[in-house]
């Protein structure tokens, strides 16, 4: 007979979705569900070769790697793993360079697929691995952490960090398959949990007032991973994602409101240290900041900044922004305007207004010293 455990997460499996993100020839599915980890039919898709290349963390790799490899076996020939050191303060070269020794190491072919296994570093770096290794070859997404599952694992973004800015080299390069396995959240800290709801909320005013409301209503669900409460967040904000990439695959517009708040949270991770903040908690606080541009700029009420700010902060995210310098200010604005959505060293911000709809706008550095003056201890 089978037991509680058993049975619950067999309802949970059949209960898995799939989101197509559309992209003509190029198109590729995300499945979301509990368990897909271990069932065959999630890889049935993928392309043919002799060679894996499961690229994962420190971190990660001890939890997830085995199962992940003992799923590709019947597929490929050869099954390799690399495993990189955990950390945002890793996401650069050095550590790059680490999946092609591994892959030229063992002599893998263009015919060879990368899983990135584990969270938005991982993703991002495995990512553009794939892109460049023999100019191209295919990579799936197995996204371990909340915000990756929702966020970092779809649409194509990929890249390292440079120490003068944040993502700033990297390239547009979709992945075959994401599989995103929500019994892998089990394992994640709470603080990571609170990270992934940043990038959950994000998708709320500037796209979806209702799921906004609903967030409103689950959040103590969401903060406590209930599977249920988890999966509806998950599917809507990858729904969403799917839209938004489905419109403007390559960022030449409406894809930039993706980055709401995260021109501030950009600032925040650089000027602390990578590593120092969770890219998440920098967004969740890039969101408070983005919303007090968006009141002082006239385009929603106080009403809507105290309603994010309140959300933000039953999340688990902090809403106050660090002191990055003495004159505060300047220092945000000098690393803002490395971001890569600015244009001739002039900021644009994506701003919300009316509520549930987003643009990118200039402000003037005094407002915007103002916002920070306003949000920072
Ligand atoms: P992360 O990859 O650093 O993962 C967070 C931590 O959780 C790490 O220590 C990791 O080892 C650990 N972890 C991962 N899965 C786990 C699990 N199941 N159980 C226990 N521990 C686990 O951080 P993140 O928040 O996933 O991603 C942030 C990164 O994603 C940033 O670099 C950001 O720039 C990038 N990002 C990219 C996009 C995009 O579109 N490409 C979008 C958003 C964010
Ligand atoms: N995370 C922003 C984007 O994918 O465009």
């Not at 590709?72 to 050191?85: E, F, G, I, M, S």
């Not at 290794?133 to 915000?147: A, D, E, I, N, W």
């Not at 390069?173 to 990038?199: I, K, N, W």
């Not at 708040?261 to 990578?274: K, L, N, R, S």
């Amino acid at each position: 007979m089978q037991s509680f455990a058993q049975a619950y997460s067999a309802g949970l499996a059949a209960a898995s979705t799939t989101v197509t993100i559309d992209l003509g020839d190029r198109s590729y599915p995300i499945l979301i569900g509990h368990g897909l980890l271990d069932q065959g039919t999630t890889w049935d898709s993928l392309r043919p070769g002799a060679h894996a290349m499961v690229v994962s963390n420190e971190t990660v790799a001890p939890l997830y790697a085995e199962r992940l490899q003992a799923a590709l076996r019947p597929r490929y020939a050869k099954v390799h793993t690399v495993v990189l050191p955990d950390g945002e303060e890793h996401k650069h070269w050095a550590t790059l360079n680490l999946i092609f020794d591994a892959l030229l190491h063992h002599q893998c072919d263009r015919k060879t697929t990368l899983f990135a296994l584990g969270g938005g570093v991982v993703g991002d770096m495995t990512g553009f691995a794939a892109a460049s290794y023999m100019r191209g070859v295919p990579f799936v997404q197995v996204p371990t952490t909340l915000l990756a599952q929702v966020d970092s694992s779809v649409g194509g973004k990929t890249g390292i960090n440079h120490p003068l800015g944040k993502n700033m080299v990297g390239a547009f390069y979709q992945p075959d398959l994401v599989v995103c396995d929500l019994a892998t959240l089990g394992t994640l800290p709470a603080r990571e949990v609170s990270a992934g709801l940043a990038e959950i909320i994000k998708y709320g005013p500037i796209a979806d007032m209702a799921f906004l409301e609903w967030i409103e209503s689950n959040i103590g669900a969401l903060v406590d991973q209930d599977p249920a409460a988890l999966t509806h967040a998950v599917r809507r904000s990858c729904e969403i994602k799917a839209w938004v990439v489905g419109q403007d695959e390559r960022e030449s517009g409406l894809r930039a409101v993706l980055n709401f708040g995260h021109t501030f949270g950009h600032a925040i991770e650089a000027g602390m240290g990578y590593g120092e903040w969770l890219h998440g908690e920098a967004v969740g606080c890039g969101m408070v900041m983005a919303a007090h541009l968006s009141q002082r700029l006239g385009l929603i009420d106080e009403v809507l900044v105290a309603r994010l700010t309140r959300l933000i902060e039953r999340a688990g995210l902090p809403v106050r922004g660090p002191r990055l310098a003495a004159r505060n200010a300047e220092r945000y604005l000098e690393l803002m305007r490395v971001d890569k959505k600015a244009e001739a060293g002039e900021i644009r911000f994506v701003v919300v207004g009316p509520p549930g709809q987003a643009a990118m706008r200039h402000a003037p550095d005094s407002v915007v010293a103002d916002v920070i003056d306003h949000c920072c201890d």
